[in-house]
């Protein structure tokens, strides 16, 4: 059988971030997958393409804007349509949107701390046509 759970990728170096969306996402019904850095994001991307992923901007090594292009420059065209959903405290958030290379829309960004209603619902809504 066949597991049918929409697959979500966490890229957060903040262990506790990580275990809260790891724990929220999974009792609503998703399978999780928690990474701390954007290597260990594009080691797991290059085996699998999640149907979302809720990524951290500040990070260590390769930070959250740098990861956003190497998905959408990715040789796998399914790849570029992933829905990515920015969850950080960071004020480089603004900076992304006001990007137009990254393509993302406000309300592609949530801010921490986040509601977790407010968190479900955006998953919601991006896993569908996912």
């Known amino acids: ?26 009792h609503d019904g998703y399978e999780v997958t928690a990474v701390e850095d954007g290597i260990g994001a594009m080691m797991l991307l290059k085996k699998r393409v999640p149907d979302l992923i809720i990524l951290d901007i500040m990070m260590p090594v390769i930070d ?18 992933v829905p990515i959903l920015i969850c950080s405290a ?3 958030i603004d900076e992304v949107l006001a990007t137009s ?19 479900l619902r955006r998953v919601a809504e991006r896993t569908v046509r996912a």
Do not use: Y
């Not at 990728?9 to 506790?16: G, K, N, R």
């Not at 804007?65 to 399914?78: F, K």
């Not at 290379?101 to 968190?119: Q, T, W």
């Open 90 to 92: 960071s004020e480089k």
């Open 101 to 119: 290379e990254f393509n993302l829309a406000p309300d592609d960004c949530l801010r921490k701390p986040f509601e977790i209603a407010d968190l």
């Open 64 to 81: 959250g804007t740098h990861l956003i292009q190497v998905i959408r420059a990715a040789d796998n065209p399914e790849m570029w349509q």
């Open 1 to 26: 059988m066949t597991d049918t759970r929409k697959h979500i990728l966490v890229v957060d170096d903040d262990a506790d971030v990580r275990e809260l969306l790891t724990e929220l996402l999974t």
